[in-house]
């Protein structure tokens, strides 16, 4: 995972709680999950804060920039 390249996001969640999120975007996939029931687009990937892997609702996004290497 060293190579690939970090994100920023300002991401609201489905409880409607905001925060800036590092992630690792491992894929973009066009479906429903426990959390997403309504099918949309999803950005899944590694958050870097929380340590777990994540799925990001594309309507969720309000930013998404691009970290240097190293996530800092």
């Not at 998404?64 to 800092?72: A, F, N, Q, T, V």
């Given at each position: 995972m060293a190579d690939r390249r970090?994100?920023?996001?300002?991401?609201?969640?489905?409880?409607?709680?905001?925060?800036?999120?590092?992630?690792?975007p491992e894929r973009i996939e066009f479906a429903n999950s426990e959390w997403h029931p309504?099918?949309?687009w999803l950005l899944l990937g590694w958050d870097c804060d929380k340590r777990a892997d994540r799925e990001f609702a594309f309507s969720g996004i309000h930013s998404?920039?691009?970290?240097?290497?190293?996530?800092?």
């Open positions: 970090t994100v920023l996001i300002d991401y609201t969640n489905w409880r409607g709680e905001r925060s800036m999120r590092t992630v690792i309504d099918t949309q998404i920039r691009p970290l240097p290497h190293g996530g800092e």
